[in-house]
């Protein structure tokens, strides 16, 4: 197994000696490490060229200022490795990130391989969250681009190639590249390459730092180029979708709720942003894009019954509605009046009328506040025996003047139970199976719903 590492590099010389370090002090040394330097104007290119002096498996590019797009495709067609691997000029890796690939991935014959981060953040940056630990939601076993596509979106919808190694004439078989010249390249090779893939494997090893600071791609300031870009991503994103979609014959509908996603999430962004420039045109712009789309998957009859996509459509409406662009008001009440009706079907599922039931729900907080205030708003009182449960429960805790009590010490005293969560459905539902215990577990979203109940829709007046 032989692993090319690629870093594209502009004017990042207060970073750049650190991240190369990180990279030569590998307990297992890279194959071949590929720098590209973008048209730095720092003293970037000459720090770099001090390493690839002094190691003979550095080969060190320069090229025009022509985007990072354009550095890691150079970088790709001069890599002669059996595997591909990317890495940020600001950020660093553990030093035994080579080495996990050769122990865990060797003989697997794998076309991805995936690892997690760790964030250092400066600049005032904070986040109690890591947006690249994805350890309490993948295993380790093999698995397709579509069984990682519904696991994963949107819980943890992670783009970086630089959380990846990749197989070299994978990316060759299907023609994988950056698109070059624009911003939110990482979004199009990562959508292109995780749809294609059958044989992925997730190790639970942070062996990547991700450093968030001022001044860097994601954190400068929003301007029209970002904007157009941006829709230019969505686009091609889409088309990837798109094409996945009817080469399936529908597919999974986690694809189309990602295809409708992708404007939502765009207009989310534009709503309260000050900065963003020509704010109306824009709206404009996606309204009309979406109209398109809309007609486009009904001229193909592409069947949009799920739950969260009628939400992405609901939502797309209310942003713009928000944004003063003027609407289809007919079908925004329509999409509203179908979504909550669909809810309140999912509702009258719950048996919290029958008094001759004990039933636990599993999970306390917002979600079941909302829950619970939805039935009785709907469907009527909750007459049957409630037991709230946590995974783990440390002091004494209470929930709605009840006591709290851990799953696993009360499940067996349960008719059935109800998973009141969205974002840990999944790992819920997988701590009660490996208690070996059987009865009924009711879930509010199958495997492909995309996104929470919109509780604030259901309970307006």
Not at 40 to 57: E, G, H, Q
Not at 405 to 433: A, G, P, T, W
Request: with cysteine; charged share 30%; net charge negative.
């Amino acid at each position: 197994m032989t692993i090319t590492l690629i870093v594209p590099l502009f004017n990042v010389e207060k970073y750049i000696e650190q991240c190369l370090d990180s990279i030569v002090e590998q307990t297992v040394p890279f194959d071949e490490i590929i720098l590209i330097d973008d048209g730095s104007t720092d003293n970037s290119y000459y720090i770099c060229k001090k390493y690839a002096d002094a190691f003979m498996n550095i080969i060190l590019i320069h090229q025009e200022n022509e985007g990072q797009g354009k550095a890691r495709n150079v970088g790709l067609e001069v890599a002669k490795s059996e595997y591909i691997m990317f890495c940020d000029a600001d950020d660093y890796l553990d030093i035994y990130a080579c080495e996990e690939m050769h122990n865990r991935f060797e003989k697997q014959n794998i076309e991805i391989g995936l690892f997690d981060a760790s964030c250092i953040y400066e600049d005032g940056y904070k986040s109690e969250i890591n947006p690249y630990d994805r350890s309490w939601i993948l295993y380790g076993d093999l698995m397709t681009g579509e069984e990682y596509f519904v696991t994963t979106y949107p819980k943890m919808h992670v783009v970086p190639p630089y959380l990846m190694i990749v197989r070299t004439d994978f990316l060759i078989k299907y023609q994988i590249q950056f698109p070059t010249g624009v911003y939110y390249e990482d979004n199009v090779f990562f959508i292109k390459a995780i749809i294609k893939a059958v044989k992925i494997r997730y190790i639970e090893k942070k062996l990547y730092y991700r450093r968030y600071r001022l001044g860097s791609t994601i954190n400068s300031p929003i301007n029209n180029k970002k904007i157009t870009d941006k829709l230019m991503m969505i686009e091609q994103v889409q088309d990837v979708l798109l094409r996945t979609i009817l080469e399936k014959h529908n597919g999974n509908s986690m694809y189309l709720s990602y295809y409708w996603n992708l404007f939502g999430d765009f207009l989310y962004e534009c709503i309260d942003r000050k900065d963003l420039p020509d704010k109306e045109r824009w709206g404009n712009i996606i309204y009309e894009r979406y109209k398109e789309s809309r007609k486009l998957l009904t001229d193909m009859q592409i069947t949009e019954e799920s739950l969260s996509i009628i939400s992405e459509h609901y939502l797309i409406l209310e942003y713009l509605n928000k944004m003063g662009i003027k609407i289809d008001n007919k079908e925004y009440k329509e999409i509203k009046d179908r979504y909550k009706n669909n809810v309140i079907n999912l509702l009258y599922k719950l048996p919290l009328h029958d008094e001759n039931l004990v039933i636990g729900i599993y999970g306390v907080g917002k979600h079941t506040d909302n829950l619970m205030e939805a039935y009785e708003t709907y469907i009527g009182k909750i007459k049957c025996g409630i037991v709230f449960m946590e995974t783990r429960v440390g002091e004494e805790k209470k929930y709605r003047n009840q006591q709290i009590y851990c799953m696993k010490d009360k499940i067996k005293e349960l008719s059935l139970v109800i998973i009141s969560s969205f974002r840990y459905q999944d790992r819920m539902v997988k701590n009660i199976e490996e208690l070996g215990v059987k009865l009924k577990i009711f879930t509010l979203y199958d495997k492909y719903e995309a996104r929470e109940i919109n509780w604030h829709l259901i309970l307006e007046q």
